[in-house]
């Protein structure tokens, strides 16, 4: 059934965390926005792990840093605007990530991190057994020494996506519940549709996640889905609340006494199963560090699909005179969403809103050669 009222400026089609913040960004430029999205089990948004960390997480490229860095200067201004904005706590911690120093390869591997971080301008500490036994006293005997990266953050993702969503139903947006299986751009506009959804708009940006090239009318894009599974453990009452980062695993940690452990990589296509290798893989990678949780059993396992593309850098800019995208973050979403709103608004309005970030080449959604369909 097409949906009623007046056709909207623009139609966000996906509303995870990075079409809701580019639906928030649009509106603060003066748009009328609609949001569509299918509550798709899996995606990204809510099963990620919400680490805010340009130097322990992204890659080890230094732009990608850099657009890293500008993004968690971004999240540390939105993080209480969309307290203010929706009523709902976030759970957003700016305590930092610990990267324990496990043996001598290791030691060479944080000194290179150190380093980088420093070229980047972002402030590192070293950390002593006595200082990293009081902020995580689970840590195994044998631990001597880590890097703090005091510049790093993290949320809670889905309370982010929660209170981004209700922010703009306070505003009057409407968010459609549907799965767009076609886009027509016309001389107009964009019609978008699929079962039982009909809707026209000015323009159309798309943030289907792993599921975007799966949207006809599309070129072709080539994002994959990449499953990662993580588990999650209850009882722990350390006076740190950021993340843990060691080669092998990452431990995340939420309010309420909960330590978030990842996560998997794995080209498996749209398959959302819990394997008991992956799960006992990551408990017992996580036990070797943490000790204290050998005994304990966690509490929930989950997978979601981080839409991968084949450089790991997303696509984000214009696909045809109203047909926008931004998709394809990879491991990077939750961290990259607010600089992806503030590069993708000015473009669909045509004109400058907040302070314009330039879209890189290395974003450019046509960069992997001509599009065919
Ligand atoms: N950013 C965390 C992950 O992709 O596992």
């Not at 969309?82 to 305590?95: A, K």
């Amino acid at each position: 059934m097409p949906a009623s009222g007046p056709r909207p400026d623009v139609l966000v089609v996906g509303g995870g965390l990075i079409g809701l913040l580019i639906a928030r960004e649009l509106i603060r430029g003066g748009a009328r926005v609609e949001v569509v999205d299918d509550r798709r089990a899996g995606a990204a948004s809510p099963n990620a792990a919400g680490m805010i960390a340009p130097i322990a997480e992204s890659s080890t490229d230094a732009a990608f840093a850099r657009m890293a860095i500008t993004s968690r200067d971004l999240w540390a201004r939105l993080a209480p605007a969309l307290e203010r904005e929706s009523g709902i706590s976030i759970d957003y911690d700016d305590t930092g990530s610990i990267l324990p120093v496990l043996d001598e390869p290791g030691r060479k591997v944080l000194a290179g991190i150190r380093q980088q971080a420093t070229d980047l301008g972002e402030p590192t500490a070293e950390l002593g057994r006595t200082e990293l036994l009081r902020l995580v006293p689970d840590l195994r005997p044998g631990i001597e020494a880590g890097l703090l990266l005091p510049g790093e953050h993290r949320v809670d993702n889905r309370l982010a996506a929660a209170a981004a969503a209700a922010a703009l139903e306070r505003q009057g947006v409407t968010l459609h519940r549907a799965t767009v299986e076609r886009v027509t751009e016309e001389s107009a506009g964009v019609s978008a549709a699929g079962a039982g959804f009909a809707r026209d708009a000015g323009a159309v940006v798309i943030c289907g996640g792993a599921w975007t090239p799966a949207i006809q009318g599309l070129p072709t894009l080539p994002i994959r889905p990449v499953k990662g599974q993580m588990i999650a453990f209850d009882r722990i009452d350390w006076a740190f609340t950021g993340a843990i980062r060691t080669p092998s695993f990452y431990a995340v940690r939420r309010a309420g006494n909960r330590l978030l452990i990842g996560a998997s990589v794995e080209h498996t296509g749209f398959d959302l199963s819990l394997t008991d290798d992956v799960g006992n893989g990551l408990a017992s990678a996580a036990a070797d560090l943490l000790p204290a949780l050998r005994d304990r059993q966690p509490v929930e396992h989950w997978a979601g699909l981080r839409p991968g593309t084949p450089d790991g850098w997303p696509l984000v800019g214009q696909l045809s005179e109203r047909l926008h995208i931004a998709a394809g973050h990879f491991r990077n979403g939750i961290l990259l969403a607010p600089l992806t709103a503030r590069m993708i608004a000015p473009m669909v309005l045509g004109r400058p809103a907040a302070p314009v970030v330039p879209v890189p080449a290395a974003m450019r959604p046509r960069r992997f050669g001509p599009c065919t369909r």
